[in-house]
């Protein structure tokens, strides 16, 4: 299986300020058509999480523009450019290269 | 807006069989594979597994010898079957839409998660 990590696994941050949390997978997540199979989910407390970023940099309908993410084959980035307070949560990296499907120990973040 | 919602039984014995289902509305049922995804209390996220309306499958193989996933398609609902649930089976489950034949998007959107609680 390929193993996802994430630093830091705790991240306070401050309103208007930028943030970035980091995920490595234990195997490149590169696939052949050139696209780096890793999404970003944000789980807010008591919600289902929701997709923030897949195919490592493109955002989900919706997703407003301070997220974005980059980074490929292993090492990977998800930057908040100015947060807010409703940005608080838990965030999750998980590879979608190949089955299972395993996402990273989660990342939280409060203000 | 594709919406997803789902249910199914909250408490069960330990060596019973859980069982969970999730209704589509709205979007393309048939062109998606499924999704099945869980989360013990307090902790991260675990892929279960995913099925296509023909009923094709894959399975997380630490979970295979209990899973089984069937779906509906006149009905646009899939089901999650686990057999032989121990304390270890508690979590809050989800159900999610997943890619697109080969086409990879992310899990979007999720259903609202059902807690499954094992316990004697």
């Known amino acids: 299986d390929i193993v996802m990590t994430q630093s830091p696994l705790s991240l306070p941050v401050t309103p208007g300020e930028p943030a970035s949390i980091s995920c490595r997978s234990s195997?490149?997540?590169?696939?052949?058509?050139?696209?780096?199979?890793l999404d970003w989910y944000l789980q807010k407390p008591g919600q289902s999480p929701r997709l923030l970023i897949y195919?490592?940099?493109n955002r989900a309908s919706g997703v407003p523009d301070r997220f974005s993410g980059s980074g490929s084959g292993t090492y990977f980035t998800l930057n908040i450019s100015r947060v807010e307070a409703e940005d608080v949560g838990v965030y999750y990296c998980?590879?979608?290269?190949?089955?299972?499907?395993?996402f990273g120990p989660g990342t939280k973040v409060d203000i | 807006q594709v919406q997803l919602h789902q249910w199914g039984a909250g408490l069960l014995k330990p060596s019973e069989t859980l069982s969970l289902t999730c209704a589509v509305y709205?979007?393309?049922?048939?062109?998606?594979?499924w999704t099945w995804i869980r989360q013990p209390p307090g902790k991260g996220l675990e892929w279960l597994g995913e099925?296509?309306?023909?009923?094709?499958?894959n399975y997380s193989p630490s979970l295979k010898s209990r899973l089984t996933m069937s779906i509906d398609s006149s009905k646009t609902q899939f089901s999650l079957n686990l057999t032989s649930v121990t304390a270890a089976d508690t979590a809050v489950y989800y159900c999610?839409?997943?890619?697109?034949?080969?086409?990879?998007?992310?899990?979007?959107?999720w259903g609202q998660g059902t807690l499954v609680i094992v316990s004697s």
């Open positions: 709205g979007g393309s049922f048939s062109d998606y594979f």
């Open positions: 099925i296509n309306h023909r009923g094709t499958t």
């Open positions: 998980m590879q979608a290269l190949q089955t299972p499907l395993t």
């Open positions: 195997h490149s997540l590169l696939h052949s058509i050139g696209y780096s199979y």
């Open positions: 999610a839409r997943g890619r697109r034949g080969t086409v990879v998007r992310g899990f979007d959107p």
């Open positions: 195919l490592g940099s």
